[in-house]
């Protein structure tokens, strides 16, 4: 019954920005923790960004400074604000959360992905 569904994700040449967005919906009682994942074409999916539904946050080393992550608990969406982007970031994005849909069931849901290319 729980649905994330991604959006904002397109072209941009390299140093350009893009902010992806991530909304859940459904059965929620809960949100622990939202994130971005990304897979490059042959790669393993990596992590991106998380965030607690209190605000802390973590980064991969290859995104510190640039990426943001932020969210907004009453909508249940996150963000994701990509700034100075670079060929390498060139991979489709997945949203991740990992909900409790009652006060006794919790597991994590992907979102289908968006596109990211950075190109010139």
């Known amino acids: 019954q729980v649905q994330l569904v991604e959006s904002g994700g397109g072209l941009v040449q390299p140093g350009g920005s893009l902010r992806l967005s991530c909304a859940a919906s459904?059965?929620?009682?809960?949100?622990?923790?939202m994130g971005w994942y990304r897979q490059a074409p042959g790669k393993q999916r990596e992590s991106v960004a998380g965030?607690?539904?209190?605000?802390?946050?973590s980064y991969a080393d290859s995104v510190k400074g640039r990426f943001t992550i932020s969210r907004d608990n009453a909508k249940n969406t996150v963000y994701l604000q990509m700034n100075s982007l670079k060929p390498e970031d060139t991979a489709v994005y997945y949203c991740?959360?990992?909900?409790?849909?009652?006060?006794?069931?919790?597991?994590?849901?992907w979102g289908q992905g968006t596109q990211v290319t950075v190109s010139s």
């Open positions: 965030i607690t539904i209190g605000g802390s946050t």
């Open positions: 459904g059965s929620i009682f809960s949100i622990n923790v």
């Open positions: 991740n959360a990992d909900i409790s849909t009652t006060r006794w069931d919790r597991n994590d849901y």
